[in-house]
């Protein structure tokens, strides 16, 4: 369903069992980081009201995603670490030139979308299915949900926009640039690395 190349190492499950604090700051700062998105969406893209009226809402979704991780590291008696660079996605980014249109520059940013969100997904599936903690394993789950909706959103957003067979095919070799960073990943205590 998420079209992705290269599927996550199971044994990356065994580096965030090892490191869940971690794990939960760099998955709190995912979450901010995606509101931060949508916001940015919104502040660059204002003419287009049917993605103004989804990325609002996706703005209150992702900060309540937020605050409920950051609730599970406060349970835990943890504070929220501090924000590290993303490598996944400073890598991810890199692959369309920059410039061009608007509508080019707006299906761009949506095509990364979607693919942080399918990445996300999948590896929310991964704890959901792998973490011994059960009532982890059951936050993955009912998160990895919302990151298929969100994927699958962004996603219909750039075929709306763009033309349908050229964003199809920006979307394949996307997938494809991302398998490539993915072989060099899987070895971090991150959401995405």
């Not at 763009?162 to 490539?180: H, I, P, S, T």
């Amino acid at each position: 369903m998420l079209g992705l190349k290269l599927p996550t190492d199971p044994r990356w499950v065994n580096i965030v069992e090892k490191n869940i604090e971690d794990i939960l700051t760099d998955h709190a700062f995912c979450e901010q980081k995606a509101a931060s998105t949508a916001i940015s969406l919104i502040v660059s893209f204002p003419e287009y009201s049917d993605l103004v009226q989804e990325m609002t809402a996706l703005v209150k979704e992702e900060i309540s995603h937020f605050k409920m991780v950051h609730d599970r590291i406060l349970e835990k008696g943890w504070t929220l670490g501090r924000d590290r660079k993303d490598e996944y996605v400073a890598k991810l980014i890199t692959f369309f030139p920059k410039g061009g249109s608007r509508t080019t520059q707006l299906v761009h940013r949506l095509l990364y979308a979607a693919l942080i969100e399918a990445r996300s997904c999948e590896r929310f599936r991964l704890l959901s299915e792998e973490l011994e903690d059960k009532e982890l394993a059951e936050f993955y789950r009912k998160l990895m949900v919302s990151e298929a909706n969100h994927y699958t959103m962004f996603l219909g957003f750039a075929r709306q926009y763009g033309d349908l067979d050229e964003v199809n095919k920006k979307w394949q070799c996307l997938l494809e640039f991302e398998a490539e960073i993915m072989k060099d990943l899987s070895k971090h205590q991150s959401i995405h690395g």
